[in-house]
Structures are given as structure tokens and as C-alpha cells.
């Protein structure tokens, strides 16, 4: 089975702002995705409010002491990447929710 396209609808993996630990790391967890590999805690955690493919993706960086977050979704073609963004309260922002089932529904619709 081929490997699944990383569609990036915002954001990207860039050292700066994450170390290049971290980036590497986020490299590392995209390919397993995108290679069908399920991830769970605490690389992934499914984020039922934005739908039932969706998850966020941890990626800790200890140079910067904070978890940096992508939130994506599984679909059957591609890894779709929503939101890069680093997380500094113990709750996702209503905000990147509400982006991120903006983009989903328009890259939907633009796939129509």
C-alpha cells in the first residue's frame, strides 16, 4: 500500500520555532501516519469534537519547555494537517477547534 499524501491546509514544521529535536520528531510521527501506522497516547489524541478521523498530535519540545500540537485527519488519500500550533493551556482554544472544522469543511468541499 502506498504511502498516503501530508496535505497541509495551515502551518508547517519549520526549525525555528520548533528544535530541531522536536521537528525531526513531528517528521518522524507524519511518516507513520502516513505509512496507515495508528498512533495513540501520548503521540495522539482523537479529538471527537471535530469529527471521528480527527486527532491532535503532541510533539514535546524540551528546548522550548512547551508541546507543540498538530491537529489533522485521517482520511483515506491523504493525512490532512489542519493546525500547527503551540499549546500553552491544558485545553485546546475554542479558536483552533473552530479553524480547524472551517478548513476540514472547505477542503471538502473543494474536493467535491
Known amino acids: 500500500m502506498p504511502d498516503k499524501d501530508l496535505v497541509w491546509l495551515h502551518g ?10 522536536a521537528r525531526r520528531r513531528a517528521g518522524f510521527l507524519l511518516r507513520l501516519l502516513q505509512r496507515g501506522v495508528n498512533l495513540a497516547m501520548p503521540d495522539s489524541r482523537p479529538m471527537p469534537a471535530l469529527g471521528a478521523r480527527c486527532h491532535e498530535l503532541r510533539i514535546r519540545d524540551p528546548e522550548k519547555a512547551l508541546i507543540w500540537r498538530l491537529i489533522y485527519r485521517i482520511d483515506v488519500d491523504a ?6 500550533f503551540a499549546k500553552k493551556t491544558p485545553q485546546t ?4 477547534l473552530d479553524t480547524c472544522k472551517r478548513r476540514f ?8
Do not use: R
Open 79 to 84: 493525512i490532512i494537517v489542519g493546525e500547527v
Open 105 to 112: 469543511q472547505l477542503y471538502d468541499l473543494a474536493a467535491q
Open 93 to 96: 482554544p475554542q479558536t483552533a
Open 12 to 21: 508547517e514544521v519549520h526549525t525555528p520555532p520548533f528544535s530541531v529535536a
